[in-house]
């Protein structure tokens, strides 16, 4: 019997929902491979502890940037270490898989995406936009005449999309997601405390003091990096504020394309948003006070779904199990 597997091949994490079983590996995309051997050394966890940090004859690779496939061998090679470890591939037995796949992505980046998942031994293989399985996976009732609309807050983009009748009907991809929060906090840190820190310590601060308003406070940490004049080891304090105001401009570019979104939205589909608000999805859903802030700057209730890193993946299970939920029609890619 053939295995339906979703893919969420995500530049921060990759996710696996298994028909039956549902989301049955949560990784990070990493993978450490031997420059000599091309033996691969480490997968996942492992592998993203080691990046930037490898001697010469190893080298760690995130091997999928801004939600595109950067390099087709290696992203091969980690997705059959997942397909190995979840024990969802054989010789006789190999997966149908749908995949999620940013809004508007050209059919260069599209195949890339297809060419790595077959490589790592699918049998099969279809895209749908990610939009669409995230609305799903929050449960919003896409299929319905009722328009909906959800912003996606990924690793590598933001997706910003307007859904009635099981298709897309207004939608926006930013190359702005945790990425480029960490990008933003490593250039606050070089050009206001003259310390220049590395991007383990620029997710960590993230992590603990991500804020998208400056009156929560979520307290203050130690990071580590180098003195930009003397270039010597050193630490210092970094708020929760300073965070903050490290983030204002991704997270206003992400305000202002829903806006713009919003505008260019059939006035019968942007009552209904009205109505029944925004759905908040992705992992920069957990920012405290993103929702609220987006609330008052849009004027829309704003609502942040229940398992908001997993929603893509769940709405690839939801695809699976009944594919008529999209007006879009599947088209399946083998060999």
Same mark, same amino acid.
């Given at each position: ?32 491979i ?17 990046? #930037? ?6 080298t ?35 997966p ?16 890339? $995406?297809?060419?790595? $998942? ?32 959800v912003?996606? $807050? ?13 298709? $897309? ?6 190359r ?6 960490d ?14 820190? #590395? ?26 990096g ?13 708020t929760? #504020? ?12 992400? !305000?202002?394309?829903?806006?713009t979104? !919003? ?9 209904d !948003?009205?109505?029944? #608000? ?17 609330s008052?700057?849009?004027?829309v ?33 083998s060999?």
């Open positions: 019997m053939a295995r339906h597997l979703g893919i969420d091949l995500g530049t921060s994490n990759t996710r696996f929902w298994l028909k039956e079983k549902g989301i049955l590996l949560r990784s990070p995309s990493a993978v450490a031997d420059n000599k051997t091309r033996e691969v050394v480490a997968v996942g966890s492992d592998a993203r502890r080691m990046v #930037g940090k490898t001697p010469v004859h190893l760690a690779y995130r091997p999928v940037q801004d939600s595109v496939v950067t390099n087709l061998e290696v992203t091969s090679t980690m997705l059959h270490e997942f397909f190995v470890r979840t024990n969802c591939t054989g010789f006789f037995n190999k149908t898989v749908l995949a999620a796949s940013p809004y508007r992505l050209t059919d260069v980046e599209r195949l890339a $995406i297809e060419t790595a $998942i077959l490589d790592a031994g699918a049998k099969s293989v279809a895209m749908i936009d990610a939009p669409l399985a995230a609305a799903l996976g929050a449960g919003l009732r896409i299929s319905d005449p009722r328009g909906c609309m912003c996606d $807050i990924g690793g590598g983009t933001t997706e910003i999309a307007v859904i009635s009748s099981g298709g $897309i009907v207004r939608a926006k991809s930013l702005v997601g945790g990425d480029k929060f990008q933003a906090i490593i250039n606050y840190c070089k050009y206001r405390k003259d310390l220049i820190v #590395g991007d383990t310590a620029a997710e960590m601060a993230k992590r603990q003091l991500a804020v998208a308003t400056p009156d929560t406070n979520r307290g203050s940490m130690q990071i580590f180098r003195n930009v004049r003397t270039g010597l080891a050193t630490t210092q304090m970094i929760s #504020g300073e965070v903050c105001q490290a983030l204002r401009a991704p997270i206003e570019a992400i !305000i202002r394309a829903i806006i979104t !919003i505008e260019e939205t059939p006035p019968e589909i942007a009552g !948003i009205f109505d029944f #608000g925004i759905m908040l999805t992705g992992g920069g859903a957990n920012i405290p006070g993103l929702a609220a802030l987006i008052s700057q849009v004027g209730r704003v609502i942040v779904a229940k398992h908001p890193t997993d929603a893509v993946c769940q709405g690839l299970g939801k695809f699976i199990e009944h594919p008529r939920l999209t007006s879009k029609q599947l088209i399946y890619r060999r």
